[in-house]
């Protein structure tokens, strides 16, 4: 069965600092594809990130960076010179790409990120 | 317009009540989703549909049910709400077609309070 694994619960930084939002996902399927979303306090869920499995190049855009590893089975989010609007839920996310039950998507339990000014 | 809506945004209910929350979208995709989500749980899935005439069971769907109206329509409904389904839940869409994958579009929520 698929599963993500966000072991941080809770982070606290100052503005400016660099933060890094860990994700850990199980699967037994060689295509899937790999998601993070920001969750600010008004509770909307904000796309930022889709990645599948063939592609490991890690992406940057802007202050946001994803550093994608199959070995380790890690879609680590990165973001620098962090800002106070980068407060929010982070959740990362998987779906398996070969159908039926399996193409649902099955999400961590999300990280909460404070940035203090 | 919105590409996924859901009605109503807020809801006060109280126990014992039935309810119903309601998902449109536009998108044309042909696989619907309802999660809750919870403090500290994540999005969890109660039910899911790949078409009209497809529902699934998720992993929390005691207490619920749906209806697939249309390809464009997904409800959810708490039959006799308890304070225990105090939740925000989501509804999300999907296309079958995965070459390429567009991945999943958001409702933005509905809020519901049971007292």
């Known amino acids: 069965a698929q599963k993500v694994t966000q072991a941080q619960t809770e982070i606290s930084v100052v503005e400016k600092e660099d933060v890094t939002l860990d994700c850990v996902y199980e699967?037994?399927?060689?295509?899937?594809?790999l998601f993070w979303y920001k969750q600010p306090p008004s509770g909307e869920l904000v796309f930022l990130i889709r990645?599948?499995?063939?592609?490991?190049q890690n992406e940057i855009s802007g202050r946001y960076s994803w550093n994608f590893q199959k070995s380790t089975s890690s879609f680590n989010f990165t973001i620098t010179a962090s800002q106070v609007v980068d407060s929010a839920v982070y959740f990362c996310?998987?779906?398996?790409?070969?159908?039926?039950?399996?193409?649902?998507?099955?999400f961590g339990k999300g990280i909460t990120l404070s940035v203090r000014p | 317009d919105a590409d996924v809506t859901q009605t109503p945004r807020n809801r006060i209910t109280k126990t014992g009540k039935r309810i119903m929350l309601e998902c449109s979208q536009t998108?044309?995709?042909?696989?619907m989703y309802w999660y809750r989500q919870d403090p500290g749980l994540g999005l969890r899935l109660i039910y899911y549909?790949?078409?009209?005439?497809?529902?699934n069971k998720g992993e929390i769907s005691d207490g619920y049910s749906v209806s697939r109206q249309a390809q464009a329509k997904f409800s959810l409904s708490l039959e006799s709400a308890i304070p225990n389904q105090t939740a925000l839940y989501f509804c999300?869409?999907?296309?079958?077609?995965?070459?390429?994958?567009?991945?999943?579009?958001f409702g933005s929520g509905t809020r519901l309070t049971v007292v």
């Open positions: 999300a869409t999907s296309d079958s077609d995965r070459n390429p994958f567009r991945g999943y579009t």
């Open positions: 699967t037994r399927d060689t295509t899937y594809y």
């Open positions: 990645r599948n499995s063939f592609d490991e």
């Open positions: 996310a998987l779906s398996e790409e070969t159908g039926g039950a399996n193409s649902k998507l099955t």
């Open positions: 998108k044309g995709h042909d696989r």
């Open positions: 549909s790949f078409d009209v005439k497809d529902i």
